[in-house]
């Protein structure tokens, strides 16, 4: 694989990566107005607490996710 197939395949996956993110951003803000909002209003304490669960999780991967993206970026600053 030459340094050109490799540098495409790495923005390939930042490419990835960052539309993932964004999808788990959009996901996430949601899960937390559902939380936060008056005009949704979880049945009960469990339903409410599997949404602050939902959101966590979906944070996390998030944050998985900006340390891929970092060393992705790292590897494409690289010299070949």
């Given at each position: 694989m030459g340094a050109?197939?490799?540098?495409a395949q790495l923005r390939e996956e930042l490419g990835l990566v960052e539309e993932e993110m964004t999808?788990?951003?959009t996901t996430a803000a949601e899960l937390r107005r559902q939380i936060g909002?008056?005009?949704?209003?979880?049945t009960d304490p469990a339903e409410?607490?599997?949404l602050i669960t939902e959101a966590e999780e979906q944070e996390a991967l998030i944050?998985?996710?900006e340390?891929?993206?970092?060393?992705l970026l790292q590897?494409?600053?690289e010299p070949r």
């Amino acid at each position: 694989m030459g340094a050109d197939d490799l540098t495409a395949q790495l923005r390939e996956e930042l490419g990835l990566v960052e539309e993932e993110m964004t999808r788990l951003r959009t996901t996430a803000a949601e899960l937390r107005r559902q939380i936060g909002g008056r005009g949704y209003e979880p049945t009960d304490p469990a339903e409410r607490a599997l949404l602050i669960t939902e959101a966590e999780e979906q944070e996390a991967l998030i944050a998985v996710l900006e340390r891929r993206r970092e060393e992705l970026l790292q590897r494409l600053r690289e010299p070949r």
